[in-house]
């Protein structure tokens, strides 16, 4: 195990499992300095010799390590991993049949396609960090396919434990995504010029369909507390 990953998670000022149901926009984050996923990748970052705008991570097999590391120093289970990689792309079993899944994909492609003028100079903004906040370029770009990572992730968690308490693996993705659509829909509605009015309609629809379906189905999710994010965290 990484003796200086080690070092990193007893700083008392750590707050465990931050990282774990944030949007992992970390440019605008106010605890990189107590979340032990960052400081472990700036770390990496450093020993390697990584500037500015290369990626951390040179394969998918350097990433691996890397999570199969901090869930190891957290004492997490890997399984979802496990069964993604254990098997050929697509055949993982991780999935979900609920619509609602789709309905997210379907909002990731139709930005993808109606971004297209103006992707490379929405693109290059998210290189920059804006100091009064993300524009609304940037947030609608940032959440996008996140949306869809998280509503997945929060629907395969649900009816892992169908019958019982919902676990907060369900919550946790849950709180994510409705923050992130959220967030999405205000962008959408200060980006007036950037879509046709048809399109930015068709837009808002997805997202509000997204945000009840999810609201439905994981009721609680918004009352999830995040330590450190939704609500502060002691000091040590």
Same mark, same amino acid.
């Given at each position: ?135 609304? $370029? ?6 996008? @396919?996140?949306?869809? /990572?998280?509503? %997945?992730?929060?629907?395969? !968690?649900? +009816? ?19 923050? $992130? ?6 962008? @959408?509605?200060?980006? /007036?010029?950037? %879509?046709?009015?048809?399109? !930015?309609? +068709? ?34």
């Amino acid at each position: 195990m990484n003796a200086q990953f080690i070092a990193i998670a007893r700083d008392p000022r750590v707050i465990p499992g931050v990282h774990h149901y944030c949007d992992e926009w970390c440019d605008y984050c106010s605890v990189t300095t107590r979340c032990l996923a960052y400081r472990c990748t700036e770390q990496v970052r450093r020993s390697r010799g990584r500037r500015p705008t290369d990626p951390t991570f040179a394969s998918v097999e350097e990433a691996v390590s890397f999570t199969r590391e901090i869930s190891a120093i957290e004492g997490i289970r890997t399984d979802e991993l496990d069964a993604l990689l254990s098997h050929p792309p697509g055949q993982s079993g991780v999935e979900t049949s609920d619509p609602l899944a789709e309905l997210a994909w379907q909002y990731a492609e139709r930005v993808t396609v109606l971004m297209g003028p103006v992707a490379l100079q929405w693109a290059l903004e998210l290189r920059t960090r804006s100091p009064g906040g993300p524009r609304p $370029s940037e947030t609608l770009m940032w959440y996008h @396919l996140r949306i869809y /990572t998280k509503v %997945f992730r929060a629907l395969v !968690a649900r +009816e892992t434990h169908a019958g019982g308490a919902l676990s907060d693996e369900a919550r946790g993705c849950g709180k994510v995504a409705l923050v $992130s659509i959220d967030r999405s829909l205000d962008a @959408l509605a200060s980006l /007036t010029d950037a %879509f046709a009015q048809r399109d !930015a309609c +068709e837009l808002r629809g997805l997202l509000t369909a997204l945000r009840d379906g999810l609201e439905a189905r994981i009721p609680d999710a918004r009352a999830f507390v995040r330590v450190g994010i939704d609500q502060p965290a002691a000091c040590a």
